[in-house]
């Protein structure tokens, strides 16, 4: 793994010195829809460490993220690396979670919580795991909750069945490992992330690969 990464081996999360990790954490939502968050600081963090918290969970909004995106935000970038700061001075681990998206129109003037992602997604995490490809404190989870497309296309992309073209988990898996990154990739099932039973004949192929479900 990374200094201070993880690896997956089986069922299981290992930290760098080769012991069994169990994260613990909280979602901090806002960042998907307000791109300077909402009472973010680093009481914030504080206050959800305290709870026992060892990892916490950023949404992020792809269109926020991209220059070009209607939506796009020039301090965006800062306001995030300011957040995992604030999380990592404090021992936590950090997940990046593509929260909202666009269909894969860059001008949409309304993204939001999609079916799935798209090719624009690709293009944002490509962007993203270039930035922290050296941290291994920050996980990456590809998106937030997919929904109403079979496994097929979960997989391998295709058809949405509500107008955009879908990229796979498998492309936004690539798309990370094609940077040389190697933090740990979380994936969520279908029927909005708590369905896994599809993955064992749909797995995406690779490694430090967790599979996430949302109960």
Same mark, same amino acid.
Do not use: K, N, R, Y
């Given at each position: 793994p990374l200094p201070g990464g993880y690896s997956v081996s089986g069922n299981a999360i290992y930290d760098e010195n080769g012991d069994k990790h169990l994260f613990h954490g909280i979602a901090r939502?806002?960042?998907e829809w307000n791109p300077s968050g909402e009472n973010l600081s680093k009481a914030d963090f504080a206050l959800q460490q305290s709870w026992g918290a060892n990892v916490t969970r950023l949404s992020l909004n792809q269109d926020f993220w991209l220059p070009g995106a209607a939506k796009y935000s020039s301090s965006y970038e800062q306001n995030i690396d300011t957040a995992i700061t604030? #999380?990592?001075e404090l021992g936590m681990?950090?997940?990046l979670d593509l929260h909202w998206s666009d269909k !894969?129109?860059?001008q949409n003037g309304n993204p939001g919580q999609q079916r799935m992602a798209d090719q624009n997604s690709v293009t944002f995490w490509t962007s993203v795991a270039n930035k922290y490809k050296d941290d291994g404190h920050i996980l990456f989870e590809l998106y937030n909750e997919p929904h109403d497309v079979s496994w097929e296309v979960w997989l391998n992309g295709g058809d949405s069945g509500d107008g955009f073209q879908? #990229? !796979?988990?498998?492309d936004l898996y690539d798309a990370v490992r094609a940077t040389g990154a190697t933090n740990l990739a979380l994936i969520g099932g279908l029927d909005y992330a708590y369905n896994l039973q599809g993955v064992p004949a749909h797995k995406v192929q690779g490694f430090n690969i967790v599979y996430v479900t949302h109960p």
């Open positions: 939502p806002s960042t604030w #999380a990592e681990d950090v997940i !894969g129109d860059l879908v #990229a !796979g988990m498998q």
